[in-house]
């Protein structure tokens, strides 16, 4: 609602649309620079993935690989990354959540995982 009932400034708004968008920008920017780890086993795996979800390394403790169980260590890979993935989301909620809120409640932007 306008107060007093009047129209909005469209150069206003799309003054603050503008900065909206670059405000996402650079938070997603800072996103795919910002790395978390997750691990797996008591930390006989770690994953690091970038904020936006790229795996960017994988380190796994000798301990971890009997050539008799693989079948456990490509779990405890895969529990690591979902690990670190999960941990990319949560900053990602953290980071973008408040920008996506301003351009409409969050939900439904594509290209956002909210």
């Given at each position: 609602m306008i107060p007093g009932g009047?129209?909005?400034?469209?150069?206003?708004?799309l003054q603050q649309a503008q900065k909206m968008q670059q405000d996402l920008q650079r938070a997603q920017e800072?996103?795919?620079?910002?790395?978390?780890d997750g691990q797996a086993g008591g930390g006989l795996v770690k994953a690091t993935v970038t904020g936006a979800g790229e795996l960017r390394a994988l380190k796994i403790d000798p301990k971890a690989a009997d050539p008799e169980d693989?079948?456990?260590?490509?779990?405890?890979?895969?529990?690591?990354?979902?690990?670190?993935n999960e941990n990319a989301q949560a900053l990602q909620q953290q980071k973008l959540g408040p920008l996506a809120q301003g351009l409409g409640g969050g939900t439904g932007i594509?290209?956002?995982?909210?």
């Amino acid at each position: 609602m306008i107060p007093g009932g009047g129209q909005p400034n469209m150069q206003q708004l799309l003054q603050q649309a503008q900065k909206m968008q670059q405000d996402l920008q650079r938070a997603q920017e800072e996103l795919a620079r910002t790395e978390v780890d997750g691990q797996a086993g008591g930390g006989l795996v770690k994953a690091t993935v970038t904020g936006a979800g790229e795996l960017r390394a994988l380190k796994i403790d000798p301990k971890a690989a009997d050539p008799e169980d693989t079948e456990t260590l490509a779990d405890l890979i895969v529990a690591a990354v979902q690990a670190a993935n999960e941990n990319a989301q949560a900053l990602q909620q953290q980071k973008l959540g408040p920008l996506a809120q301003g351009l409409g409640g969050g939900t439904g932007i594509p290209g956002l995982p909210f």
